[in-house]
């Protein structure tokens, strides 16, 4: 139990769909944040939210929408997406967003998008 | 802009044997290194870090990292390996906080018997 988790743990979707991942930390945590997993490639951050502000969005497509209605939650809201949208998709907090500071992942959500 | 480069997507290596997992850096400013495992069906896990200090820095499982800045490395050493070491590696690399970590595509260890 890392602190962190994430449901659904599987999801598949058409590309039709609308669905949200969600995600919950228990560590007091003031930053949180998304990645995206993908075979072969590096983690790709995706969003960045400190103190419930998102304060990154690394050219995200618009079929992903983010949402941190408290420090404790965040989601990520899907529609329309493609298959190559299919991926691993991890959250993760830590305390504050400065270097060096030790972050905590989630399991992530496998997503399938057919 | 920061890279890593994990030269090396899987590593094979028998049980008790010693192991090193390669990874490089680019950066033209002070950086923050990390390593983080990930476990099958888990999330990443921070293993160890250097932020400034000692050079050499260990994990409580017996791993341990050398920063050289000369040569721009952070490898990952383990003298004597476990089963339960089988997992993908990510180094990854920092400067300005966490949001700006560069993670490398990591290198799969791969430990039998």
């Known amino acids: 139990e890392t602190g962190v988790t994430q449901t659904p743990r599987h999801l598949v979707m058409g590309m039709t769909n609308k669905k949200s991942l969600k995600c919950e930390q228990h560590l007091g945590h003031n930053a949180m944040y998304w990645y995206k997993q993908s075979a072969k490639k590096p983690l790709e951050l995706m969003f960045v939210?400190?103190?419930?502000?998102?304060?990154e969005n690394n050219s995200v497509p618009s079929r992903f929408s983010p949402e941190c209605p408290n420090s404790s939650h965040l989601f990520l809201h899907l529609h329309t997406l493609q298959p190559e949208d299919s991926a691993l998709y991890l959250c993760?907090?830590?305390?504050?967003?400065?270097?060096?500071?030790?972050?905590?992942f989630g399991q992530g959500t496998r997503l399938t998008v057919v | 802009a920061q890279s890593v480069t994990q030269l090396d997507s899987q590593v094979p290596v028998f049980e008790e044997a010693p192991v090193e997992l390669r990874c490089n850096y680019s950066?033209?400013?002070?950086?923050?290194l990390f390593w983080y495992v990930q476990y099958p069906n888990q999330g990443l896990q921070l293993l160890l870090k250097y932020l400034s200090g000692s050079t050499l820095v260990e994990s409580i499982n017996g791993f341990e990292a050398e920063f050289n800045k000369s040569q721009t490395s952070f490898h990952l050493r383990k003298p004597s390996v476990h089963i339960s070491d089988t997992a993908e590696y990510f180094c990854?690399?920092?400067?300005?906080?966490?949001?700006?970590?560069?993670f490398g595509t990591g290198t799969r260890l791969l430990v039998s018997p």
């Open positions: 990854a690399v920092s400067d300005t906080g966490f949001q700006k970590l560069v």
């Open positions: 993760a907090s830590s305390q504050e967003t400065g270097g060096g500071t030790e972050a905590f």
């Open positions: 939210y400190s103190l419930e502000e998102r304060v």
């Open positions: 950066s033209s400013v002070s950086v923050y």
